[in-house]
């Protein structure tokens, strides 16, 4: 296999309040002989926040970030499932919407950026799967977890709308594909397109549950894997939030998980950060470890444990080392 | 991974249907029941339905009317997808899922008779966003109104709706927060407020600005795009009332809009979002409720607020790039 190499698009969270997640996707980077460039230069995707306030400013600003892979001519590779969506719809849309590309060109050109639509946005975890391959994974094993039920939590972003995850999550090298930009185009169609489906399915997702196994653990089978946390209204609405990720919480520890694992930050942050106040709301007693994908897989490839960063976890998780 | 299509659509398949069965009226419980059966190519979910009533159980019950995808009556959950009955092929969703397929209502805590639920919440929260054109109508108008098609494709997406419910019952929020109006109201909301037609933008802009009922409740969690089968997108349309709460002065200075506001100011100030400043500015003294959960980040050493020199927030490079860019994109201010 030729070398992979990738600018990695960090988000905030590895930045700041999960620095375990950027040791880790480095760690796991290094052990497979993958090598990731950081986008030093990138800002905030805002969140799907910044969208709701200014969707323009928003568009701009996802553009100049994926500039900044074009420039290197480099695939771009993400480690936050919201990143990874606010990224690929701000390439949908410039893709697709020629006045709007010129629009925001315009604004680049400002400060001599051109944006092209000539790097791939995927999220890391398909990286590894599609691209380095879990055969080639399960070979890199030296502490498999096979004592681990381990809890897939998907997290919307990464698999939802699944046409825009079949068209920009998928194997690479990309082909041709006409399945509707969410624009009534189905109307036309006399059957229900399913070929969206084939990479991951919405509603029964494969992927991680997939990488667990070539890490030798168990996926634990629970309804809540491809649920919502509610991470994204817990300042004005923490009851909802609460609700859900308590809800999936305890059904991943109703399936005997020893362990979530989530290839997003903010479902793990909401997800390790408030098992006491979900609980309480809940009425039971919540505590689960949850790790970031890369710290799985930083586990079970045998990287230090200042890599995998689990002393940055909320709930207790350093014994699973 | 199940892309068996190619290889199976000429031959019949066999699949064990394990359907929701309750009647409200005699049942303490709910149960399932099982049917076997041979599914044809073109076999419709409805026509499956059909047969576990015609050849199986005639008391099994469901809505059905059209069946051609536009009175909305059929809608089911086949594993867990919300479907229109009369539009979905079997044999898809066998692909999908496997040779177990599990029908059940589009929601099982409001199920009535099998697969029929009480929409009532549904209607009352589509009415709520008043759901037709308000306005002043000239009975002897001396030429017809006019629309230009960009006026059309503003709201054609979201005309398509067909009120079946499958964005409403996918949706999270709608199962923990009866306040909550759902995708499908939200929807409607937009459609209606941007009609050149309709005077009454202002009021619905109102309805779902507000904290509780509105879309700033909205998880984002995609279930209302990926569930609908008209390709409403009411997720978009979420995005757009948020947008035109802004451009039309409704949003009030609160927390939510601060949290959306207030990423232009980390970000100008540092590339990246200060999560803790978000926090702080978006609750101002609100802040104390989160006391606890920022104590077990701190004791985790995943923040420093007292720390000036870890505190550091990381500034993203060619920063100058980034204001100069905010200075000249921005749309408006809160």
């Not at chain 1, 960090?10 to 290094?30: H, I, M, Q, Y």
């Not at chain 1, 004592?147 to 041709?176: D, L, T």
Request: with cysteine.
């Amino acid at each position: 296999m030729s070398k992979l190499k990738y600018a990695l698009y960090t988000g905030c969270t590895a930045r700041e309040s999960t620095p375990e997640l950027l040791s880790s996707t480095l760690a796991v980077a290094e052990k497979l002989g993958i090598e990731l460039v950081l986008l030093d230069e990138a800002s905030c995707c805002g969140a799907s926040h910044l969208q709701d306030f200014d969707e323009f400013l928003s568009l701009v600003l996802n553009a100049r970030n994926i500039c900044y892979a074009e420039k290197l001519g480099l695939p771009m590779v993400t480690i936050c499932n919201t990143c990874q969506l606010n990224t690929v719809m701000t390439k949908e849309r410039l893709d697709h919407d020629p006045e709007m590309k010129a629009k925001v060109n315009e604004k680049l050109a400002e400060v001599g950026l051109e944006y092209k639509g000539t790097s791939s946005v995927r999220h890391f975890l398909y990286a590894l799967i599609d691209d380095y391959g879990l055969e080639n994974i399960r070979e890199k094993v030296v502490k498999p977890l096979s004592h681990f039920n381990i809890a897939p939590f998907y997290g919307c972003h990464n698999i939802r709308p699944s046409h825009i995850h079949y068209k920009h999550n998928n194997v690479p090298p990309q082909g041709e594909y006409d399945i509707g930009e969410g624009g009534g185009e189905m109307l036309h169609h006399e059957e229900p397109l399913m070929e969206k489906y084939t990479h991951e399915n919405p509603y029964a997702p494969t992927s991680l549950d997939r990488l667990i196994e070539a890490l030798e653990g168990k996926p634990v089978e629970y309804e809540s894997k491809n649920k919502c946390c509610g991470f994204h209204v817990d300042l004005q609405a923490p009851e909802t939030s609460n609700a859900l990720s308590g809800t999936a919480l305890l059904d991943a520890i109703d399936h005997e998980a020893d362990l979530m694992v989530t290839p997003c930050p903010l479902c793990q942050l909401n997800m390790d950060l408030k098992q006491e106040s979900a609980g309480k709301q809940l009425g039971r007693e919540i505590e689960l470890p949850v790790l970031h994908m890369p710290q799985m897989v930083a586990l079970a490839l045998g990287c230090t444990p200042e890599q995998i960063g689990l002393k940055y976890n909320v709930t207790k998780a350093t014994q699973l080392a | 991974m199940s892309d068996t299509r190619q290889t199976t659509t000429t031959e019949t398949r066999r699949v064990s249907i394990k359907a929701f069965r309750y009647n409200a009226e005699t049942d303490y419980l709910p149960y399932y029941k099982t049917y076997e059966m041979e599914v044809g190519k073109d076999e419709l979910i409805l026509d499956l339905l059909n047969r576990i009533k015609w050849e199986h159980d005639g008391s099994f019950s469901y809505r059905r009317s059209c069946r051609h995808g536009i009175c909305g009556a059929c809608g089911i959950k086949v594993n867990g997808k919300p479907v229109l009955s009369c539009k979905q092929n079997a044999q898809d969703l066998i692909d999908l899922f496997g040779d177990e397929l599990v029908f059940e209502p589009q929601s099982t805590k409001r199920a009535v008779k099998d697969m029929i639920i009480d929409k009532g919440d549904f209607w009352s929260k589509h009415a709520a966003v008043k759901p037709y054109v308000q306005t002043e109508v000239d009975p002897h108008p001396e030429s017809e109104t006019l629309m230009s098609p960009e006026q059309v494709e503003n709201f054609l997406e979201a005309d398509y709706c067909i009120q079946c419910g499958a964005c409403h019952y996918a949706c999270p929020v709608i199962e923990v927060n009866e306040d909550y109006l759902g995708p499908a109201a939200f929807a409607a909301a937009y459609r209606f407020s941007v009609d050149p037609r309709d005077e009454a933008k202002i009021e619905r802009l109102e309805t779902t600005a507000e904290l509780g009922a509105g879309v700033w409740d909205c998880v984002k969690c995609f279930e209302c795009a990926e569930a609908c089968p008209k390709d409403v997108n009411p997720i978009e349309k979420i995005t757009k009332l948020h947008n035109m709460q802004f451009e039309e002065h409704v949003a009030e200075r609160n927390v939510a809009t601060k949290h959306a506001e207030g990423f232009v100011r980390s970000i100008k100030k540092f590339g990246y979002l200060d999560e803790q400043d978000i926090v702080l500015y978006s609750e101002g003294l609100g802040v104390v409720k989160h006391l606890s959960e920022a104590l077990k980040m701190i004791k985790a050493g995943k923040v420093h607020p007292f720390d000036l020199a870890k505190k550091k927030m990381p500034r993203s490079k060619n920063l100058e790039e980034i204001q100069k860019l905010i200075e000249i994109s921005k749309t408006h201010e809160l």
